[in-house]
């Protein structure tokens, strides 16, 4: 069953194409609510047919992305990948004084490498492109 959508706004292209629009439905259960329409969705809780008829040539145009914008989106997804390795790797050892004492002097040194050198990676001449991943010890 499709839900009736009679009022949108702030339609924005989210590609070149005008294929992808985000925009704001006034939902009839929820009110104003966030909602991507895309082409290739199977959901039809909501008809893109009836929302491309609201939308007509009333959105804005698609901005490509800046190269500093892809750079920092780049950056952002090395960090996180970078803190999710200090977080499950590193902090369940390094952040337990049990097993951390348990470790032999060079079990220590070689875990305090591999954090020092985590924590540097956005210091290195490729990031955030081409990033050279510390070994796990």
Do not use: K
């Not at 892809?70 to 049990?98: F, K, M, S």
């Amino acid at each position: 069953m499709s839900i009736l959508i009679q009022e949108i706004r702030e339609a924005a292209a989210l590609n070149a194409e005008n294929t992808s629009f985000y925009v704001e439905i006034n939902h009839p259960e929820f009110g104003w609510i966030p909602y991507t329409l895309n082409p290739d969705d199977t959901d039809q809780t909501v008809s893109n047919e009836d929302l491309l008829a609201l939308i007509g040539s009333n959105y804005s145009a698609y901005v490509a992305p800046t190269q500093d914008e892809l750079d920092e989106e780049a950056a952002r997804g090395v960090r996180y990948q970078r803190d999710y390795l200090l977080t499950t790797e590193v902090d369940p050892i390094a952040g337990n004084a049990l097993r951390w004492n348990d470790l032999a002097d060079a079990q220590r040194l070689a875990w305090t490498q591999y954090r020092t050198d985590l924590l540097n990676i956005p210091q290195q001449a490729g990031f955030p492109d081409n990033v050279t991943w510390p070994t796990t010890p």
